[in-house]
């Protein structure tokens, strides 16, 4: 089994970072909540372990521009209200109406 070394301490197993890597490229396709790329890496059969490795080491990372993608590729696909929004992203990424309201805002 292959493992790099991130730093002198820490060596990063073969399966962290080919989550690493299909994080990125779900990335690249489409935009994820946290949660969401997580459930989507252990659909893919990575270990939770492996998934929040994954999602918590992409580097650059905003998760407030992922879910304003996020809402934009939901209006592209259906028409929603700015209240069917919210609770959709309540729903399905966020508990908080305070924080997709203010993702929203933007």
């Known amino acids: 089994n292959q ?5 002198e301490n820490e060596v990063i197993s073969t399966s ?7 994080a990125k490229e779900y990335l690249n396709t489409s935009a994820f909540s946290r949660k969401g790329l997580i459930k989507q890496l252990e659909w893919e ?5 492996d998934a929040e490795y994954a999602v918590d080491n ?8 992922q879910a304003e993608k996020m809402a ?5 696909s259906s028409a929603f209200s700015k209240q069917e929004l919210i609770e959709q992203f309540m729903q399905k990424h966020y508990k908080e109406e305070n924080k997709c309201q203010s993702i929203l805002e933007h």
């Open 3 to 7: 493992i790099n070394e991130k730093s």
């Open 16 to 22: 962290k970072q080919n989550a690493l890597r299909s």
């Open 45 to 49: 059969k990575y270990s939770h372990e």
């Open 58 to 65: 992409i580097p650059g990372l905003d998760w407030n521009i």
């Open 72 to 76: 934009l590729e939901y209006l592209e």
